[in-house]
């Protein structure tokens, strides 16, 4: 979705797109907010990002399938900014769906590197009432930024935008589990998230993907030269934890009140 300069000032989306973001994230379950960060923010925080990706990748095996990391993130400048991670315009649009009461429960990034493969299609988050065959109203949103632009040879995110973050067969929610991967794939859930066909995420640096915690997606081969580096937030209504963000105690009494609230569940270090 593409902000008008006023609404990229103001950080309030006009009623009309407000609308429009929400119908896409209740029906398609996600939505593109284009050039909602700076490049010169970006800048820094890719610069950083590379530094931290370089010394992690040196001392941990990939974690989330070859040759990609699921890394986390100090809660720091220049990756826990207000603008990245209370930003108004994401806050707003998610809070008219979860509620003014939500908390970040996860603070990390996922960069495929060259060597990358498919993933299984997956969901973020497993049933809430696996007893039962129910679907419920949205309870959590990740929120990615990418640090740089998802081109199609660069191992962009795959999804499948088609009502999967709304299915309510237990049987047919593949939950994110990397030791099993080639299993999954071949069995029933696998096949037809093959012949149901995902669509690559294409999005510029600077843009916000937010997308429901449910929806079916996976990471794809990075195919270039250079890493594919993405942040990614959860936003949830205070009763689901997605993880656990830890914060310095000092810190955190010094953040603004509207990051301090929204990260209220964190544990203090
Ligand atoms: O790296 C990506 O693009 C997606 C990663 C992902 O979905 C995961 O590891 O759960």
Redesign the pocket.
């Known amino acids: 979705m593409k902000l008008t300069s006023g609404e990229l000032e103001s950080g309030v989306l006009s009623d009309e797109n407000l609308e429009s973001a929400r119908m896409h994230l209740l029906v398609r379950g996600y939505i593109v907010l284009e050039g909602v960060l700076d490049r010169e923010e970006l800048d820094g925080i890719r610069a950083r990002f590379t530094e931290l990706l370089g010394e992690h990748a040196d001392r941990t095996d990939p974690s989330?399938?070859a040759s990609?990391y699921?890394m986390p993130l100090p809660f720091t400048p220049p990756f826990a900014t207000t603008t990245v991670v209370a930003n108004p315009l994401v806050l707003g649009l998610v809070r008219s769906i979860l509620g003014d009461d939500v908390v970040c429960s996860f603070f990390a990034s996922?960069?495929?590197l060259p060597g990358s493969d498919y993933?299984h299609a997956?969901s973020?988050s497993k049933p809430l009432f696996p007893e039962k065959d129910v679907t419920v109203p949205p309870f959590g949103y990740v929120v990615n930024v990418p640090l740089v632009d998802f081109r199609p040879d660069n191992?962009?995110?795959e999804i499948w935008p088609y009502g999967t973050h709304m299915i309510a067969d237990t049987a047919l929610i593949p939950v994110?589990e990397f030791h099993d991967i080639e299993a999954r794939r071949e069995s029933a859930v696998g096949r037809f998230s093959e012949e149901l066909g995902p669509r690559p995420l294409l999005a510029e640096a600077g843009s916000i993907i937010v997308r429901d915690i449910r929806m079916w997606?996976?990471?794809?081969p990075n195919r270039s030269t250079e890493p594919?580096p993405?942040m990614s937030m959860v936003y949830n209504r205070p009763w689901y934890h997605h993880g656990t963000v830890e914060i310095d105690e000092q810190l955190f009494g010094e953040l603004p009140d509207q990051v301090r609230t929204l990260f209220r569940t964190a544990v203090l270090r």
């Open positions: 989330r399938g990609r699921g996922d960069t495929p993933q997956h973020d191992g962009p995110l994110a997606h996976r990471g794809t594919r993405m």
